[in-house]
């Protein structure tokens, strides 16, 4: 199902564009969409769509995903596509969705991004010790 939001940009939901590629793409095109989110599976559905050069995507001003970073492939394809600034984050239901984000001036592919005010983030081990940067 699309649903809009309060910002005026639509959300697609994975379960449906999985199904319908065309009837988002339609939806998109004609509402002039701002904002798409997913995961990575439904962006690939979008690029793989056969007459996706026939939408106008003119009004996309940014992508967003959750759930884990992109595939680099997958990124590189969407930035060259869409032209747009591409944010990944992190998050889950118990922390109020999003955790992390890279900003907007500052996007690194296959990375969720940094912890947002007021979040804090560590990595641990089996025993629940705290792992340095880079393990």
Do not use: W
């Not at 939001?5 to 564009?17: H, L, M, P, R, T």
């Not at 095109?29 to 690029?47: E, K, M, S």
């Not at 106008?56 to 394809?77: C, E």
């Amino acid at each position: 199902m699309t649903t809009p939001n309060e910002y005026g940009s639509f959300e697609i939901k994975y379960q449906i564009i999985f199904k319908n590629v065309s009837k988002h793409l339609e939806c998109f095109n004609r509402h002039g969409v701002t904002i798409i989110g997913g995961v990575a599976p439904a962006f690939q559905d979008i690029l793989a769509a056969p007459d996706l050069d026939t939408y106008n995507f003119s009004r996309l001003k940014r992508i967003t995903s959750g759930g884990a970073s992109f595939p680099v492939a997958l990124y590189q394809q969407l930035k060259e596509k869409f032209q747009v600034p591409i944010l990944e984050m992190y998050g889950m239901t118990e922390n109020a969705a999003t955790l992390t984000s890279n900003p907007l001036h500052l996007q690194k592919p296959e990375s969720v991004g940094c912890a947002l005010d007021g979040m804090s983030v560590r990595v641990v081990n089996n025993c629940g010790r705290q792992l340095p940067p880079e393990k």
